[in-house]
């Protein structure tokens, strides 16, 4: 299969032509396969694209607005092969995307998710600070985007701790104890971009203390919508944090429940990368063209795992752009893009959004 | 207790069920064999064992039998 060929390959040295290739490929296999087996789907190709199925060109393949999984529910395998429905953050009185997983798709997206990881972490798992409250998993039949992703990095971590209590003060002392047992070995870090700014950062900063992570790996997502009223850039996170932990490596990452395990993770040179698995491509929101390197535009991302539920080509709320192909100078092939956030007038969203501040 | 032993009580204790639960449980077949529950196991191998397994085992591991493969197979515990 040929999904299995792409598990097997290094996340980034394919270059545009090898990767487009595989990506088509299974690209066209999905699209065949959500035809088939969802008939709103189905609809939706013999109405607007002639029924076809097959494509040429990963820029031809049809996408579905991300706004479609709010309204309706969307499946490509039998009830009873669904085991598991993902759910988008959503603040109250929004309507949330639900995302229904097979064993094969959720399967897929850990590993996928481990591949793409490990690029930046290493290969083992290591002592892990989740910098989150434990309450954040009590209601294990309905845990919100904030939940499944600190579940899914997880497995990255050997022994862990939260950082936070239910009330959101920073275990403070607890960190220290942990840190000094696993002292010489790799930390890793992983939560909100928010959270950890708010409950992580400004604690350290007010109360004036220190922690050893001069050896932590950080990685960060759900957006920084919120920080943007506090005016905080990439820089001033990066450096704020290096000031409170001494940490070095911080990492950013761009992902969304409807493409789980395909996250597109921050370099060294602060450039979000596509993997072999996924890619980005940027549309014109006049009459979705796609636009060239370097012009901004709406999101359309495209990912080689969802079987379940058809979602391999989806047009987020998103504007971004793609910033080069092949030739980052981190030495990672793909894409590598930047996000600007939310379109106006789309509606406000994002995982860590969860937590609303009392 | 024999390796077959700590690896039942692993499954007891985390996921609480009877030892007769075991043969043929599956991963999300009982409510608290959820992914929250899987990573509470886990650990709950990993310390009964001292091993740390690597993360494809851990998303591999999707039965009591296939545990037990896996086990045998890439950390050297005989049942």
Same mark, same amino acid.
């Given at each position: 299969?040929?999904?299995? &060929?792409?598990?097997?390959? =290094?996340?980034?040295?394919?270059? @545009?032509?090898?990767?487009?290739? +595989?990506?088509?490929?299974?690209?066209?296999?999905?699209?065949?396969?959500?035809? =088939?087996?969802?008939?709103?789907?189905?609809?939706?190709?013999?109405?607007?694209?002639?029924?076809? &199925?097959?494509?040429?060109?990963?820029?031809?393949?049809?996408?579905?607005?991300?706004?479609?999984?709010?309204?309706?529910?969307?499946?490509? %395998?039998?009830?009873?092969?669904?085991?598991?429905?993902?759910?988008?953050?959503?603040?109250?009185?929004?309507? %949330?995307?639900?995302?229904? +997983?097979?064993?094969?798709?959720?399967?897929?997206?850990?590993?996928?998710?481990?591949?793409?990881?490990?690029?930046?972490?290493?290969?083992?798992? *290591?002592?892990?600070?989740?910098?989150?409250?434990?309450?954040?998993?009590?209601?294990?039949?309905?845990?919100?985007?904030?939940?499944?992703?600190?579940?899914?990095?997880?497995?990255?971590?050997?022994?862990?701790?939260?950082?936070?209590?239910?009330? *959101?003060? +920073?275990?403070?002392?607890?960190?220290?104890?942990?840190?000094?047992?696993?002292?010489?070995?790799?930390?890793?870090?992983?939560?909100?971009?928010?959270?950890?700014?708010?409950?992580?950062?400004?604690?350290?900063?007010?109360?004036?203390?220190?922690?050893?992570?001069?050896?932590?790996?950080?990685? @960060?997502?759900?957006?920084?919508?919120?920080?943007?009223?506090?005016? %905080?850039?990439?820089?001033?996170?990066?450096?704020?944090?290096?000031?409170?932990?001494?940490?070095?490596?911080?990492?950013?990452?761009?992902?969304?429940?409807?493409?789980?395990?395909?996250?597109?993770?921050?370099?060294?040179?602060?450039?979000?990368?596509?993997?072999?698995?996924?890619?980005?491509?940027?549309?014109? *929101?006049?009459?979705?063209?796609?636009?060239?390197? /370097?012009?901004? /535009?709406?999101?359309?991302?495209?990912?080689?795992?969802?079987?379940?539920?058809? /979602?391999?080509?989806?047009?987020?709320?998103?504007?971004?752009?793609?910033?080069?192909?092949?030739?980052?100078?981190?030495?990672?092939?793909?894409?590598?893009?930047?996000?600007?956030?939310?379109?106006?007038?789309?509606?406000?969203?994002?995982?860590?959004?969860?937590?609303?501040?009392? | 207790?024999?390796?077959?032993?700590?690896?039942?009580?692993?499954?007891?204790?985390?996921?609480?069920?009877?030892?007769?639960?075991?043969? $043929?449980?599956?991963?999300?077949?009982?409510?608290?064999?959820?992914?929250? $529950?899987?990573?509470?196991?886990?650990?709950?191998?990993?310390?009964?064992?001292?091993?740390?397994?690597?993360?494809?085992?851990?998303?591999?591991?999707?039965?009591?039998?296939?545990?037990?493969?896996?086990?045998?197979?890439?950390?050297?515990?005989?049942?």
């Amino acid at each position: 299969m040929i999904l299995d &060929t792409m598990l097997d390959r =290094n996340p980034y040295t394919d270059a @545009h032509t090898e990767k487009n290739s +595989l990506l088509l490929e299974r690209l066209n296999e999905l699209t065949d396969h959500y035809y =088939n087996d969802c008939s709103e789907y189905r609809r939706f190709i013999d109405v607007l694209h002639n029924g076809r &199925t097959k494509y040429d060109s990963l820029d031809d393949i049809p996408f579905l607005p991300v706004k479609i999984f709010k309204q309706m529910e969307l499946k490509c %395998v039998p009830d009873e092969d669904i085991f598991k429905t993902m759910t988008s953050s959503g603040t109250t009185g929004q309507q %949330v995307s639900k995302i229904f +997983l097979d064993r094969q798709t959720a399967g897929m997206q850990q590993k996928v998710l481990t591949r793409i990881v490990s690029e930046y972490t290493g290969n083992s798992r *290591m002592p892990m600070i989740i910098l989150d409250c434990p309450s954040v998993l009590k209601n294990r039949n309905m845990f919100s985007a904030r939940g499944a992703g600190i579940l899914g990095f997880s497995l990255f971590g050997s022994k862990k701790i939260y950082a936070f209590t239910d009330d *959101m003060e +920073l275990n403070i002392d607890e960190i220290r104890q942990f840190l000094e047992k696993y002292s010489g070995q790799t930390i890793f870090l992983f939560g909100f971009t928010y959270m950890i700014w708010q409950y992580f950062y400004k604690k350290l900063k007010d109360i004036g203390e220190y922690l050893p992570l001069e050896n932590g790996v950080m990685i @960060h997502g759900g957006g920084w919508k919120k920080l943007i009223n506090e005016a %905080v850039s990439k820089e001033e996170f990066k450096s704020g944090l290096n000031e409170v932990c001494g940490i070095k490596s911080v990492h950013d990452y761009y992902g969304m429940v409807e493409q789980t395990g395909c996250i597109y993770m921050e370099c060294e040179c602060g450039h979000l990368h596509a993997s072999v698995f996924s890619d980005v491509i940027i549309r014109d *929101m006049k009459d979705f063209s796609v636009c060239e390197n /370097g012009k901004r /535009g709406a999101v359309q991302v495209l990912s080689s795992l969802p079987w379940s539920y058809p /979602g391999h080509s989806i047009l987020t709320e998103d504007m971004g752009c793609v910033l080069g192909e092949d030739d980052c100078p981190c030495g990672r092939k793909g894409k590598y893009i930047e996000i600007y956030g939310r379109m106006k007038n789309a509606e406000v969203r994002g995982c860590s959004d969860t937590f609303e501040k009392k | 207790m024999t390796n077959l032993e700590k690896y039942n009580q692993a499954f007891i204790e985390t996921l609480e069920v009877a030892k007769e639960q075991l043969e $043929g449980l599956e991963y999300q077949q009982i409510a608290n064999w959820d992914s929250v $529950g899987h990573m509470t196991l886990i650990a709950a191998i990993e310390d009964a064992f001292d091993i740390m397994m690597d993360t494809d085992d851990i998303i591999d591991l999707s039965s009591y039998e296939k545990g037990k493969e896996i086990l045998s197979a890439n950390y050297d515990i005989e049942f």
